[in-house]
């Protein structure tokens, strides 16, 4: 009776095992036509013409804030596949700021590793960083000159990222920028610069605030602005290079000042921890990225009262950047994708009027396209020639990373 | 416990000539196995990282960044942990003596609600936290209402205070859980034994459901201050880049900004030697003896 029972114990036992194993990876066949970006777009009008409507299934990985996960899920996959019925774009989020990037870049140099012909990822929405670290690995393909919109592309931040040479490997959706929000019945005359920022704090302390380097991008953004300020050398941070670790001990006395500032600031958790202080009435004045402060306006989450303003001599802004993985499944769909996304209809539409960024590409080929209100909106407070003055680059990355370090050590630590 | 008592029954089974060693070694072996996978392994391999430089080859430099830049975190850690375990602990055996000894339906009561915070995340809990703390958040401007806190100059809880009691709010309620579990097993008779000589409630407390219940009480010890340690959620969302901050958010800092897994694994297994440090210190001294006591009887 017992033997029965012992076997009884194993066999279901070893069902369990088999059961939970992970399945194995099938292995698909799939007869689209996956063109080599050698051959010439010629044939890719073809397939557009004889359009078989044999299913496609595309997957669009993100990197960001859930705004960029409802944008995609919410707004462009299902206008997408009203466009082309035979499409479904999956979308995939991965989280906010560089970690989300990260974590991409980890995904395609997994594949790449493996040896797989045809990878996951059709179409990625990364960050700057991200640039270096793909193309240092080879993991992309170069599409953006067979585009209809690339001739709307005018930004540097187009061709180069932080230092590296992207032409052709990405195009921008969309440009956010820092900026200080401030409270107008509280701060009559905002401060126009970071030396009479300094001047303010003083006497004003505990109600300017920001994330410091950990926790969020603006914190960043802003501490990056104060070492291009202190230092004045911006265009070889941010622009020319080369790295040089010499510059390094330079900003020493910069951030020890800037230790100096933050006892009269509150720190804050992050972006978000920022934009509710300000909107609580705990801050008057602190650095915010300008979609989010539109969005939360929008969304109920921000006093309406509130404004922007730009610090001379500048705040960094970035764009983020739609690739395409040299091993995609569905190259062809990828780039119609983003072709569709960065067409001045969507640009202006979307983009613009519900997402509060600024366009990824020029803007003056948006302006007939985009209603007047989200225009003025977004333009409204920082002009397009002030923001062509004071919205800047964020360094390249060695710099980045050594404004990082040196921050820790000489504003945190010490 | 139970690999006691599944040592107990291959012996019973060998004794029997049935089965031999091979059951037991089946039955154990998807546990064993997962538990290998999917924590010794990552365990040994983080430690054996925090070494390998990002060339790959063996060095101490990542400990000594640890050194020059976050060393303060990792001492903040440590004391919000044993703070907020030490206070947790206090409130949880107090709450646990209260369930255990006093009858009605208001303990009835009590003893359903006091256990909703340990289903909230503590994604959730830093969230309710973060708004509920703020200068101008729920709790200042209730107390500002009624004239206890003036607005212009509220409470300032995002900080060590406010991740304290977080983390009390948090690991309280699953503390008493535990710490209720080992009252439970303290008889009747010993407590009534202690009221018929004089003994007065606090009295009881201490000197006889606590001593009795000193393995159940370690061990809850250990789960809250383990848990603690390791929290990320909570500091990144409450006090994110503020000096100092808990080493996790450091970790994430590494991770995210740098992709430098050498320091952020030299980071973990200085969390690694916190925790394991406290869990030896009360293990030897109170699991050990608590056990023995136990089998005398």
């Not at chain 2, 008779?189 to 370690?218: C, D, F, H, K, N």
Request: one cysteine or more; aromatic letters at 12%.
């Amino acid at each position: 009776m017992s033997r029965k029972r012992t076997a009884l114990v194993i066999v279901s036992l070893l069902a369990v095992l088999v059961a939970c194993a992970p399945p194995t990876p099938q292995v698909i066949e799939k007869e689209v036509v996956v063109e080599k970006p050698v051959i010439e777009t010629v044939v890719v009008e073809k397939q557009v013409v004889v359009e078989k409507p044999a299913p496609v299934s595309m997957v669009y990985i993100t990197a960001g804030d859930v705004n960029m996960l409802a944008l995609g899920q919410n707004v462009l996959a299902p206008e997408f596949h009203a466009m082309y019925p035979n499409v479904t774009v999956s979308v995939v989020h991965t989280g906010p700021g560089d970690a989300g990037s990260r974590l991409i870049f980890e995904k395609l140099k997994a594949d790449k590793d493996a040896g797989r012909a045809q990878g996951d990822v059709d179409v990625a929405m990364v960050h700057q960083k991200f640039m270096a670290w793909a193309m240092a690995e080879n993991l992309l393909l170069k599409y953006a000159d067979e585009l209809e919109t690339w001739k709307y592309m005018t930004a540097a931040d187009a061709r180069n990222a932080l230092g590296t040479n992207i032409e052709g490997y990405a195009m921008p959706m969309f440009h956010s920028q820092i900026a200080i929000a401030y409270n107008p019945d509280l701060v009559p005359d905002p401060p126009r610069s970071y030396e009479e920022l300094v001047e303010w704090v003083k006497a004003n302390p505990g109600k300017f605030g920001h994330n410091g380097i950990k926790g969020g991008m603006s914190g960043v953004g802003f501490s990056i602005g104060w070492i291009y300020w202190k230092s004045g050398n911006y265009e070889k941070y941010a622009v020319s290079g080369p790295f040089d670790e010499a510059e390094v001990a330079t900003w020493e006395a910069g951030l020890k000042e800037m230790k100096d500032f933050n006892q009269y600031v509150t720190i804050t958790a992050g972006n978000v921890g920022t934009l509710d202080a300000l909107n609580r009435g705990e801050l008057w004045m602190g650095p915010v990225w300008v979609d989010m402060f539109y969005t939360f306006m929008l969304e109920g989450k921000m006093d309406p009262k509130m404004r922007l303003t730009m610090l001379e001599p500048g705040m960094p802004g970035q764009p983020m950047y739609f690739v395409i993985p040299k091993n995609a499944r569905n190259p062809e769909w990828a780039k119609k994708w983003v072709e569709y996304v960065t067409s001045p209809e969507v640009q202006g539409k979307i983009i613009i009027e519900r997402y509060n960024w600024y366009p990824g590409i020029d803007g003056k080929f948006v302006e007939g396209i985009a209603p007047p209100e989200a225009f003025d909106r977004l333009y409204k407070d920082i002009s397009p020639e002030v923001l062509s003055t004071y919205g800047k680059s964020f360094p390249l990355i060695e710099y980045n990373d050594a404004m990082l370090e040196a921050y820790e050590k000489w504003v945190i630590g010490g | 416990m139970r690999s006691g008592s599944s040592v107990a029954n291959a012996k019973s089974m060998e004794r029997k000539g049935r089965g031999g060693w091979l059951l037991p070694f089946l039955l154990l072996l998807p546990a064993i196995g997962l538990m290998l996978a999917l924590y010794a392994y990552p365990f040994a391999s983080s430690i054996y990282r925090s070494f390998l430089s990002s060339e790959g080859t063996l060095t101490l430099a990542n400990y000594a960044k640890v050194r020059e830049l976050y060393l303060r975190d990792v001492l903040f850690s440590l004391e919000v942990s044993l703070l907020s375990t030490a206070i947790a602990a206090v409130l949880s055996i107090a709450l646990a003596a209260y369930l255990r000894l006093a009858s009605g339906s208001i303990v009835r009561l009590v003893g359903a609600i006091y256990r909703f915070p340990i289903f909230i995340p503590f994604v959730v809990v830093a969230q309710m936290m973060g708004t509920f703390l703020a200068p101008h958040g729920l709790l200042n401007i209730f107390l500002a209402q009624i004239g206890l806190v003036n607005l212009e100059a509220p409470l300032q809880l995002l900080n060590w205070k406010g991740l304290t009691f977080g983390f009390v709010w948090k690991q309280a309620p699953f503390m008493t859980l535990i710490v209720l579990s080992g009252f439970g097993m303290v008889d009747d008779t010993y407590i009534e034994a202690a009221r018929s000589v004089g003994a007065r409630l606090p009295q009881v407390i201490v000197r006889i459901l606590v001593p009795m219940s000193r393995a159940t009480i370690a061990v809850a010890l250990i789960l809250a201050f383990t848990s603690t340690v390791g929290t990320f959620t909570l500091p990144y969302m409450l006090i994110g880049g503020k000096i100092p901050t808990t080493l996790t958010v450091d970790i994430a800092h590494r991770v995210t900004y740098f992709g430098d897994y050498g320091v952020a694994n030299a980071l973990g297994t200085l969390a690694y030697l916190m925790v394991i440090f406290t869990a030896v210190y009360y293990l030897r001294y109170t699991v050990r003896r608590g056990i023995y006591e136990y089998q005398e009887r």
